[in-house]
């Protein structure tokens, strides 16, 4: 824990990280596609071929560039939700209440009391009312995840089914319209062509990964992901974290529910209905670990862009949604079994999954970690040699 590096001395004693060189399970080093850079190849090669296959089978309408900006308006609430999504699994967690989040949060901002305000301030009154009631749901989600330790599976479960039930009451299951001019023409005007919309979306993508590639927090929550109990004895409060994570969920969720209430001039019970399977679905496929530690922002945005463009080009070519939910199922499995691969590659014939629950003190690309870093910045392991794995909070386990 003072940092320092293994000893050379003896035999048989652990050769410090900057000699070992990373091993797959063909005693050679990792291959490209294993690495960050290569798998977002991968998915700009799958974007690229989808982009193709729905240009060479709907040619006049696919290519038009009114269909890619619907495909990028459509990918833009999605996406909003997915950054937020992406935090938290690369955390450890899993949020289910997102789309119900999305519900509530444009009910309870297109109330008549609500809209009044707006009409006597100004719309932005509307804003603020979705994104607050979003950070709301998130921090009582948290809470009972992080300091209640109910596993996060459940926690998210009933929050999804609590508020969309609580949606239905407030709005008597009715749609409500969304009166304010003003607010309507800011969000869902262009700027230069580009709808208001996708310009959200980069913005809040732009921030997610300035927030996880170069501040503190970012750093914290691979740490936490990769392995809990190593960020608690490197200083970090988990559990304080982890509230903070599903408080950031929440946050996107307030803002993609200003969105669709300024996309469809409604707020509605029923927006965001099985937004959370197309929100993790996309973080999965952009390369993110089910498991925590390991995910990047890129990556989702490329996922929300193939998990739409998939949609779009089913459309185009006349065929049903129920076929369009069969492939995403199949390209969501075919992404974690890939994603499981090279993992496997990356960390020799146990896996990185192993290591992650043995704690071995080595990093995401097979070489260990510096004593007193916590590798779980990076990936799945300890600091400390021969430390167990810890389970974060939401799992299950308690310490």
Known sequence: MTGSTATTGGAGAPAPAKDRAPEGANGKGPGFMAGPAGRLLGLVVALGLLCIVGAVTAPDRFVDIDNVLTILRLAAVVGVVSIGMTFVIIGGGIDLSV????????????????????????????????????????LINGIVIAYGRLVAFI???????????????????????VQDRDFREFFGGDVLGVPGLVIIWALVSVGGWILLNRTTFGRHTFAVGGNA???????????????????????????????LMARTTTGSSTHGTLMELQAIAAVVIGGTLLVGGRGTIVGTVLGVLILITLG????????????QAVAQGLIIVLAVLLQTRLAEGR???????????????????GGPVAGGT???????????PGAPGGDRPGTGTTH
């Open 99 to 138: 789309g119900a989040l999305v519900a509530l949060s444009s009910i309870w901002a297109t109330t008549l009391a609500t809209q009044q305000m707006a009409e006597d301030f100004h719309w932005i009154v509307m804003v603020f009312t979705a994104i607050a009631v979003g950070a709301g749901a998130g």
């Open 155 to 177: 926690a998210t479960l009933a929050m999804l089914v609590s508020a969309r039930g609580l949606a239905e009451i407030i709005a008597n299951r009715r749609t409500q319209i």
């Open 229 to 259: 109990e190593a960020a608690r004895l490197a200083g970090i409060r988990v559990q304080w974290h982890t509230l903070k994570l599903y408080v950031l969920s929440g946050i996107t969720c307030g803002i993609a529910a200003v969105m």
């Open 312 to 323: 779009n080009v089913f459309v185009l070519n006349n065929l049903s949604s129920s076929a």
């Open 347 to 365: 960390g020799g014939g146990a896996g990185w999954l192993s290591r992650l629950r043995t704690g071995r003190g080595e990093s995401s690309s």
């Open 374 to 384: 916590p590798a779980g910045a990076v990936s799945g392991g300890t600091s400390v």
